[in-house]
């Protein structure tokens, strides 16, 4: 599986493409955050479930890093697990910044 991504600065600039490749978590469950996209898109999981999963990024040759869903209007802070700092953040496909401005898509390092 291999994802193609759009990387945002911690300004909300464009930095480059990112592949994102190898999901270590559920496939199935991981496709339907995708629809009929091969961009990320917002979804519905519910944080409180403890959804996480895993990736490894082609660019920064990092081994883990987690991608962590939050609703609309939730303080990262209370989803945010301990001892993580934030990694990449993303470019959804409807041009929404996703990130830890407005704490709905956030890329996670271990």
Not at 18 to 46: G, M, P, Q, T, V
Request: hydrophobic share 35%.
């Amino acid at each position: 599986m291999s994802f193609l991504l759009r990387q945002i600065d911690e300004r909300g600039n464009i930095d480059n493409e990112c592949a994102i490749y190898h999901c270590l978590a559920d496939k199935n469950e991981f496709s339907a955050l995708l629809a009929d996209s091969e961009y990320i898109r917002n979804c519905s999981i519910d944080h409180h479930l403890g959804n996480a999963y895993q990736f490894r990024c082609c660019n920064c040759k990092k081994d883990d890093v987690v991608f962590v869903h939050t609703k609309i209007g939730v303080a990262k802070s209370e989803t945010q697990p301990s001892g993580m700092t934030i990694h990449h953040v993303y470019l959804g496909l409807n041009s929404a910044v996703w990130g830890d401005y407005d704490d709905r898509l956030t890329m996670l390092e271990l």
